[in-house]
């Protein structure tokens, strides 16, 4: 355990909720990206638990740690939604750039070493990415341009972000840390967007290509998209109760 005082150049954070089905194949995809930039960097597999889950990706999550030794695993029960999982592993990370993708392989793991270049060598301390292309259908298509309007005109008229949820997104770990990410629900990509427009970092938004999740169901449903909605109107309105946990 006495192993590596080297810095960490590249965390890359993956939100591996119920992911048994693409969790080896996307992993294996992500060091094999990572790789190419010949930079030390630590892979952290965020496998958190329903209680009474029968999902496997927990396990595959730690046999893949088991033999790679720049990947780590945070396996808890769930306290909370996707915003929880990703602070959790975001406060693991140590690297000189933090990026946070899912792990369900609809944004392809080449966006990695694309977003990290950008935000290296452009100087930015936030980059993320924008779906220009969506195959996951036209409901969530249109569900997702209205909440990317509505996100716009109550916090970015100046500054038009097109894509709130898309992911990955790296900041630089200075960045990271002016954060005070609070969410434990799916609200957490609109937090981490409006604090870093009130804070007046440096943002970059590439395109990317959103795939069809073939193995898994999509867990944004109606109620998910109200909750979008109500959470903006609250942060927007009523700034000094923002989504504490």
């Given at each position: 355990?006495?192993?590596?005082?080297?810095?960490?150049?590249?965390?890359v954070?993956?939100?591996?909720?119920?992911s048994?089905?693409i969790i080896?194949?996307?992993?294996?995809?992500?060091?094999?990206?990572?790789?190419?930039?010949n930079?030390?960097?630590?892979?952290?597999?965020?496998?958190?638990?329903?209680?009474?889950?029968?999902?496997?990706?927990?396990?595959?999550?730690k046999?893949?740690a088991?033999?790679q030794?720049?990947?780590?695993?945070?396996?808890?029960?769930?306290?909370?939604?996707?915003?929880?999982?990703?602070?959790?592993?975001?406060?693991?990370?140590t690297?000189?750039?933090?990026?946070?993708?899912d792990?369900?392989?609809?944004?392809?793991?080449?966006?990695?070493?694309?977003?990290?270049?950008?935000?290296?060598?452009?100087?930015?301390d936030?980059?993320?990415?924008?779906?220009?292309k969506?195959?996951?259908?036209?409901?969530?298509?249109?569900?997702?341009?209205?909440?990317?309007?509505?996100?716009?005109?109550?916090?970015?008229?100046?500054f038009?972000?097109?894509?709130i949820?898309?992911?990955p997104?790296?900041?630089?770990n200075?960045?990271?840390?002016?954060l005070?990410?609070?969410?434990?629900?799916?609200?957490?990509?609109?937090?981490?967007?409006?604090?870093?427009?009130?804070l007046?970092?440096?943002?970059?938004?590439i395109s990317?290509?959103?795939?069809?999740?073939e193995?898994?169901?999509?867990?944004?449903?109606?109620?998910?998209?109200?909750?979008?909605?109500?959470?903006?109107?609250?942060?927007?309105f009523n700034?000094?109760?923002?989504?504490?946990?």
């Amino acid at each position: 355990m006495n192993e590596k005082l080297e810095s960490v150049e590249l965390s890359v954070v993956v939100l591996c909720y119920h992911s048994e089905n693409i969790i080896e194949t996307f992993v294996q995809q992500l060091l094999n990206e990572i790789q190419e930039l010949n930079i030390s960097y630590e892979l952290i597999l965020v496998a958190n638990f329903d209680k009474n889950s029968t999902d496997s990706t927990p396990q595959k999550a730690k046999a893949i740690a088991s033999v790679q030794p720049h990947v780590k695993v945070i396996a808890d029960e769930k306290e909370g939604g996707m915003g929880w999982d990703m602070r959790s592993g975001l406060s693991m990370a140590t690297g000189t750039y933090i990026a946070v993708i899912d792990g369900d392989a609809q944004m392809p793991a080449s966006d990695i070493p694309i977003v990290y270049g950008v935000i290296k060598f452009g100087k930015y301390d936030l980059v993320k990415t924008y779906r220009a292309k969506r195959y996951d259908g036209f409901i969530r298509t249109m569900l997702s341009a209205i909440y990317n309007f509505l996100f716009r005109l109550l916090f970015s008229p100046r500054f038009p972000i097109r894509d709130i949820n898309s992911k990955p997104k790296i900041f630089t770990n200075t960045a990271y840390k002016s954060l005070e990410l609070r969410s434990n629900d799916w609200f957490t990509d609109a937090e981490i967007m409006i604090q870093a427009l009130k804070l007046k970092l440096k943002i970059a938004e590439i395109s990317t290509v959103f795939y069809q999740n073939e193995r898994k169901t999509s867990f944004v449903g109606l109620k998910t998209v109200f909750e979008f909605i109500f959470n903006l109107f609250k942060y927007r309105f009523n700034p000094s109760k923002e989504n504490k946990p």
